[in-house]
């Protein structure tokens, strides 16, 4: 799922291209991406777009006469620029947007890779209605640690769930997380209620640290250009996606917890003390042969090499 850094220059590309333009025509391809039914979608049209900005994960244009597009990509949508007058792709076309008076000429496509459908798109009237999606996170990089602090002492849950809460952070999900955690040198399952004030601090700094390199990171890499690479997986990342590669800081094997659709990389060395976490489906398998420590799996694989 696209996460702050990458919301963020699909806001800066589309505000670069298209602040000032008109949207002239919405071709939806997919009846499934209109989530609003008032206003209609037709009330877009023929309307000047004022700017864009980012809540949370969702995208949002600000269009004239006080109404709002707002996109939510979830895991697998994404933005491509095109040729004016291209029409929508295949089975993961959703939907295109057509405009006059562009700073550069082209139409705006909105795809979904896999069979599940879960981007979505409203028209919505008002900040009164806007209001409505946002989650109520706090933005990670506009508050200081003692906000911060607060946040995370709201709930006591695992760091992991903590930091992609969008009740209590906005815009950070799986991959951040990861790298987040592993900068911060913690656990991705203490308890946030556990953590001392040193520590708080340690992860505020990651935090921001991490988000603003990526942010800065991936302006560069695109230098200007539509960002059509998309993706939570960058070789760049130190743990997030890289299970059994090693750990840039100390050269520990990544390791994993699955849970359902989503998987937690993290390195034992670096952030829990060599202790082996618990990945449900295996340790269950297992049982007593599951390794409690990174030195017990090393053992074990070097016996069997």
């Not at 071709?27 to 979608?41: H, K, N």
């Not at 299970?243 to 359902?260: D, F, L, S």
Request: net charge neutral; with cysteine.
């Amino acid at each position: 799922m696209p996460e702050l850094p990458d919301v963020q220059l699909y806001v800066e590309a589309l505000d670069e291209r298209l602040t000032g333009a008109v949207l002239e025509k919405v071709v939806l391809a997919s009846p499934f991406l209109l989530r609003s039914v008032d206003p209609p979608i037709s009330a877009v049209r023929g309307k000047k777009i004022e700017g864009f900005r980012r809540i949370g994960k969702r995208i949002i244009w600000d269009l004239e006469d006080d109404l709002f597009l707002v996109v939510h990509l979830m895991v697998a949508g994404r933005f491509h620029w095109k040729k004016a007058g291209t029409k929508p792709a295949g089975r993961i076309g959703l939907c295109a947007f057509e405009f006059s008076g562009a700073k550069e000429p082209g139409s705006l496509h909105f795809t979904e890779a896999g069979t599940k459908k879960r981007a979505s798109l409203y028209v919505v009237r008002g900040e009164a209605g806007l209001e409505q999606h946002r989650r109520g996170g706090a933005e990670p990089l506009e508050i200081d640690v003692a906000t911060f602090a607060a946040q995370l002492r709201k709930e006591n849950h695992t760091l992991k769930r903590s930091l992609t809460d969008p009740r209590l952070f906005s815009g950070i999900g799986n991959a951040y997380s990861d790298e987040i955690l592993h900068r911060a040198k913690l656990s991705p399952v203490k308890l946030s209620q556990k953590l001392s004030d040193d520590e708080i601090e340690r992860l505020h700094a990651a935090t921001r640290e991490t988000l603003t390199w990526w942010t800065d990171h991936l302006r560069k890499e695109d230098a200007g250009k539509f960002p059509e690479k998309v993706t939570a997986f960058r070789p760049e990342m130190a743990v997030h996606g890289k299970y059994n590669e090693p750990c840039p800081v100390c050269g520990t094997k990544v390791q994993r917890i699955v849970h359902a659709e989503n998987e937690t990389n993290y390195c034992p060395r670096c952030q829990t003390e060599g202790k082996l976490l618990s990945d449900r489906a295996l340790s269950v398998l297992l049982k007593e042969d599951w390794p409690k420590t990174i030195e017990e799996l090393e053992e074990r694989q070097a016996s069997r090499a």
